[in-house]
């Protein structure tokens, strides 16, 4: 299988937030059959869809992959779990949360995956650190694949959540 572009979407608000993210990109560079390019700066971000008002650490990841989108999303999985993860409902606080937001220009869908992720261009905590790694990228619509650019769309964004997203370390 050829390689495909890939970002990941990080976040963390219970405990050490910037370690769980600091730990997670770590486990995701030895990832067998995975090329890790770089991390966005971290950002600390205000909750959207959370029961708790504790910020949120934020960032995304871009590698490159042979691996299917199942077989990432398995060690993907399997390195929250590491973490210290464990099931909960989606609004509650998590030690890690690692999503796959884009995997090349293809579309995946079953009951645990979709992708593209479902809500990625609803949330400035993905559209911001995203913006830190690419200017464009390209968003599968049926059988064919479009042109998003990410800057474009955040100048015009009317952030219906009030989210507050500041920069706390740079890549």
Known sequence: ????????????????????????????????????????????????????????VNAVCH???????????DQIQSIEKKLGKVKKEKSEPRVIDIDILIYGDQKYESSSLQIPHPSWKDRLFVLIPLSDLIDEIFIPVGNKSFPFRIKEYISKFENPNNETIEVIEHA
């Not at 937030?17 to 950002?43: G, P």
């Open 63 to 73: 590698l490159r992959t042979s691996l299917s989108p199942v077989q990432l999303f």
């Open 1 to 56: 299988m050829q390689t495909v572009d890939v970002f990941l979407g990080l976040g963390s608000n219970l405990g050490n937030s910037k370690k769980n993210i600091l730990e997670a990109v770590n486990l995701i560079q030895n990832i067998k059959d995975v090329k890790y390019l770089q991390r966005s700066k971290l950002y600390k971000t205000s909750p959207v869809d959370c029961r708790l008002d504790k910020d949120f």
